[in-house]
């Protein structure tokens, strides 16, 4: 069955940088696509950036674009979202997500993953 794993949440300043690490079980990444969604207690998710393989898509919201940077090695079955220049609106509990044909853009914006991991804390102090 599938299974995500997240690791690399921390406490940073802001203006630092934290990487996230997620293992995939039971995925396969030309299937699906593949997402990191942040929440806030008590607020709605939202997609923080999305790859799906099978089109070669890759996508960023406005508000992370320029210093999250996704990535996914297939061969190590791990996803990877190397985050710079936090700031406190950062701050979140981050989850590697998937779904089944997935695609990138469509997933981020207005995509319900039916897989998610447990999530890990990211803290961005002021």
């Known amino acids: 069955e599938v299974r995500l794993v997240e690791s690399g949440g921390g406490l940073v300043q802001a203006g630092g940088s934290l990487k996230l690490s997620c293992v995939a079980s039971g995925v396969d990444f030309d299937d699906y696509g593949i997402g990191w969604f942040r929440r806030v207690p008590g607020k709605e998710h939202e997609g923080v950036s999305c790859i799906s393989l099978f089109d070669g898509k890759t996508y960023y919201e406005d508000f992370v674009k320029g210093r999250f940077t996704m990535s996914i090695d297939k061969a190590k079955n791990t996803v990877s979202l190397e985050m710079n220049d936090l700031e406190p609106e950062d701050t979140a509990i981050y989850y590697c997500?998937?779904?089944?044909?997935?695609?990138?853009?469509?997933?981020?914006?207005?995509?319900?993953?039916?897989?998610w991991g447990q999530g890990t804390q990211v803290t961005v102090s002021s």
């Open positions: 997500t998937a779904d089944q044909w997935a695609t990138a853009r469509a997933m981020c914006i207005s995509g319900e993953p039916d897989y």
